[in-house]
Structure formats: structure tokens, C-alpha cells
């Protein structure tokens, strides 16, 4: 069985869409209630049963490899103090869990930044999540349902799944789209994710050209060979190194699925809906 064991976060960006929020501190450690963004990535990702996190990052973003590192002083001087409980809180990382970090360089795209994980993720099948993109903690069951289920659904099967969800027809040009072909007439909106073959994608289509309305939300679990379709693949217009261009070619000589996304997810990494989901994180608050 090829178990899914790595997880790529790509956390390098510039965050341009939440200044001046993001000017200093990243995009990624800004609040959803009292935790950043980024624990509720990682914990989605520790519920699917990933042991091996890979933060793709840049030297300005280092404030996200403290987030996850023991504080001596502080834990030291809360235990001093007697607030024993609250420093246990905040080693919650379980102890068979490792996050490293790589530097992207150059910022060439998303497909550059996964790639930029190879010397680490070398040999292993691994999932890519997108740490702009939230999915609700408090209605999804991060264990079994979406990322879980797409581990599972990889582990028995050997298809790539890429996560996506029904967008209304004005939020298509913001998403990579998928195209089921045939299998299209097979989906149907569910309260359990579905894993289903696509054909292709096409990356930030026009409404009216776009082959569904079901966009790549931001999760995804690969065959490791994407590593050498990313190596391949050719910078787009703007110089980018595109994802869903090597998802593409990796479709041409074997089977990927898109799983369908259950419950709700947030862009945290774009001001009027990281706003929304403050609110109902806020509200929701364990
Ligand atoms: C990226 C992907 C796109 C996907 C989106 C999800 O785009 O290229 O296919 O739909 O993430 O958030 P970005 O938002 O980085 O431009």
C-alpha cells in the first residue's frame, strides 16, 4: 500500500491580496478566533494522517517555523509561574509529527513552490494543501471527510485526487476549473465526498468558456511522478509555473480524480471572505 505520509505547504507568498495586514506579519499566522490560519491547516492535515509537514517558505516568513517550534523561554518561565496547563497547550503538536522547511527562492508559481520541495519529498507520494484555503473545523470531520478521504481513496486506488466544489458561475475565473468529460453526468452534490476520473483542467477560465463549475479548492494528494511533470512543465505568460499544467500532463499516462469537497471552505488569504471567516470562527471558537 503507498501510504500518504508528506504534506507540501506552500506558505512563500507575498499575501498582496490581505495588505497592509500582511505586510509584517504573514498572511498565514493572521487570527481565525484565537488561532492563526495555518493550525487549522496543519491540524487537517495531522487528522489525515500526515506525519511529514513541508513548509515551502521564505526568509521573511520564518515568524510561521517559530509558530511550531518549542519557545524555552516562554514554556519555562509559564511552568515557573505555575500556568502549567496553558504550556502544555501549546505543545500540541503530537510528538510522531515533524514540520520542516525549505526555502522557494524565486517566487515562480504554485507549481514552482511544490516542486521546490523534491530534495525533501523525493519518493514519497505526498498531498499539497493550500494554507489560504480553511475548511470548516466545526461542521466537517477532518479524520475521515475530504483530505482523509482523499489519503484513503489514494492509498487503495493509486489516483492523484484533487479537491473541488461547486462555485457560483461569477467565482469560476478565480479557480482552476475541472473538466469531468463523461463522468460529469455522475456527479451529484452529496453529504459524502465522491471520487470521480477528470480529463483535464483549465487554470482561471471566463464563466462562459470554463468546462464546469467545479473548482480545485486547494487540496490535493499526488503520485510522486508529478514531481517530474512539474520539472517539465513551461512557465505560462505571466512567467508562472502552473500546478494544474503538470495535473494536466500527469493525466495523459495515468487515472486522476477529483474528490468532491464536503462542507464549507474559507479563502483566508483574500480580505472581504478572511473577514467572513473571522466572524464565524470567532463565533464558533472551541
Ligand atoms: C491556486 C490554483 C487554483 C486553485 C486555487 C485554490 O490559485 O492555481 O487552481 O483553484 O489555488 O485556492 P491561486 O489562488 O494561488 O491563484
Redesign the pocket.
Known amino acids: 500500500m503507498r501510504k500518504i505520509t508528506h504534506a507540501v505547504i506552500p506558505v512563500a507568498?507575498f499575501g498582496s491580496r490581505m495588505l497592509p495586514l500582511s505586510k509584517s506579519i504573514p498572511k498565514e499566522l493572521l487570527p481565525l478566533g484565537n488561532r492563526p490560519v495555518i493550525h487549522y491547516v496543519i491540524e487537517e492535515a495531522i487528522a489525515a494522517g500526515i506525519k511529514h509537514i513541508i513548509l515551502v517558505t521564505h526568509p521573511q516568513k520564518q515568524a510561521i517555523e517559530n509558530y511550531f517550534d518549542l519557545n524555552v523561554e516562554l514554556d519555562t518561565a509559564l511552568r515557573d509561574s505555575g500556568k502549567v496547563a496553558l504550556a502544555d497547550s501549546l505543545q500540541w503538536l503530537p510528538d510522531d509529527v515533524k514540520i520542516s522547511a525549505i526555502r522557494q527562492g524565486k517566487r515562480l508559481?504554485?507549481?514552482h513552490a511544490v516542486g521546490a520541495a523534491r530534495p525533501i519529498i523525493e519518493g514519497h507520494d505526498f498531498a499539497v494543501l493550500?494554507p489560504?484555503?480553511v475548511i470548516d473545523p466545526f461542521t466537517t470531520n477532518y479524520a475521515s471527510q475530504n483530505l482523509a478521504y482523499m489519503t484513503a481513496q489514494f492509498e487503495a486506488t493509486g489516483h492523484s485526487q484533487i479537491l473541488v466544489e461547486a462555485v457560483a458561475e461569477a467565482d469560476i475565473h478565480?479557480?482552476?476549473?475541472a473538466n469531468l468529460g463523461a463522468a460529469e453526468k455522475h456527479y451529484q452534490k452529496s453529504t459524502s465526498n465522491q471520487s470521480l476520473p477528470v480529463i483535464g483542467?483549465v487554470?482561471?477560465p471566463e464563466a462562459k468558456k470554463a468546462p464546469s463549475n467545479l473548482?480545485?479548492?486547494?487540496r490535493y494528494v499526488f503520485d510522486s511522478r508529478i514531481l517530474d511533470y512539474l520539472d517539465r512543465t513551461a512557465p505560462d505568460k505571466k512567467g508562472e509555473i502552473?500546478?494544474?499544467d503538470a495535473i494536466d500532463a500527469l493525466i495523459q499516462s495515468a487515472q486522476v480524480n477529483v474528490t468532491t469537497m464536503i462542507g464549507d471552505s474559507f479563502?483566508a488569504?483574500d480580505m472581504p471572505s478572511y473577514l467572513q471567516a473571522f466572524t464565524y470562527f470567532s463565533a464558533h471558537q472551541r
Open positions: 507568498g508559481g504554485l507549481g493550500l489560504d484555503v478565480r479557480y482552476g476549473i483542467f487554470e482561471k473548482a480545485v479548492v486547494g502552473q500546478l494544474t479563502d488569504g
